[in-house]
C-alpha cells in the first residue's frame, strides 16, 4: 500500500520535473534580469566593445561574473582567463615548434615562440597595471604586439601552415577586450 502511494508519487514527481525544470528556469531567468547592477555592467561593457560576441560570450559562461559589480571586476576575471589561456597556448607554440621537421616552417614557429616568451612580461605588466590603476590600454596593446608579429608572419609567408591561427584570434580578442573595458565610459 505505501510503497504504491511513493510509486505513483514518485511517478507523477518525474512527470511533473520537465514543468518545474523549466518554471525554475523561467526564475532564474527573471532572477538574473532582475540582478541590474550586474547585467547592466556586462550590457554597458559588452555594447561599447568592438569584440561584443566575444564579450558577451566570456562573460556569459563565466559564474564569477556574477559578483561583478565593478569594471575592476571584469577586468581581473579577463586578465585572469587570458593568463591561463596563454600558459597553454605558450606550452603549444613550444611543443608544435619543437616537434617539426620541417626546417623553414620550424624558422617560422620559432619566431613566433620568441613572441610568446616576450608576452610573458607584457601579462605581468597587466597583472601590475590592474592592481595599481595603470595603464590597462597601453598594457593591452603591448601585450598584442607580439601576437600580431606573429600572426605577421603566416601572412608574409602564406605557403606555412599555421598551427596557431584560432590561438592568436582568441589571444587579440581577449587584450581588445581588456581595453574597451577599461575605456567604457561609466557613470555611476
Ligand atoms: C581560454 O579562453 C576561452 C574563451 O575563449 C575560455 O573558455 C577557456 O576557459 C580559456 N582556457 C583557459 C585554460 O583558461
Ligand atoms: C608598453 O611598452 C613600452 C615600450 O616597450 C613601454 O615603454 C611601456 O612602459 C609599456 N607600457 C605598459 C603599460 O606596459
Not at 556586462?42 to 566575444?54: A, G, H, M, T
Not at 561574473?65 to 586578465?79: C, P
Not at 600558459?87 to 619543437?98: F, M, N, Q
Not at 601572412?155 to 590561438?167: C, E, G, M, R, V
Amino acid at each position: 500500500m505505501g510503497r504504491s502511494i511513493s510509486c505513483s508519487l514518485s511517478s507523477s514527481l518525474i512527470f511533473l520535473l520537465p514543468y518545474i525544470f523549466l518554471f525554475s528556469v523561467n526564475l532564474f531567468g527573471t532572477n538574473l534580469r532582475a540582478n541590474h547592477d550586474t547585467n547592466e555592467l556586462i550590457q554597458k561593457v559588452c555594447d561599447f566593445s568592438n569584440v561584443q560576441e566575444f564579450c558577451y560570450k566570456i562573460f556569459e559562461n563565466d559564474p564569477r561574473t556574477q559578483w561583478a559589480t565593478t569594471k575592476f571586476n571584469l577586468e581581473d576575471i579577463t586578465i585572469q582567463l587570458v593568463y591561463s589561456n596563454y600558459t597553454k597556448i605558450a606550452r603549444k607554440v613550444l611543443t608544435i615548434t619543437s616537434y617539426e621537421t620541417n626546417s623553414e616552417f620550424r624558422r617560422i614557429y620559432r619566431s613566433c615562440l620568441h613572441h610568446y616568451i616576450l608576452l610573458r612580461s607584457d601579462l605581468e605588466n597587466l597583472v601590475h597595471a590592474l592592481r595599481f590603476q595603470g595603464d590597462l590600454d597601453q598594457a593591452a596593446q603591448n601585450a598584442s604586439s607580439h601576437i600580431l608579429a606573429c600572426m605577421n608572419y603566416f601572412t608574409q609567408y602564406s605557403n606555412i601552415p599555421n598551427p596557431f591561427a584560432h590561438d592568436n584570434t582568441n589571444l587579440v580578442y581577449f587584450f581588445e577586450l581588456i581595453r574597451n573595458i577599461y575605456l567604457t565610459p561609466l557613470q555611476s
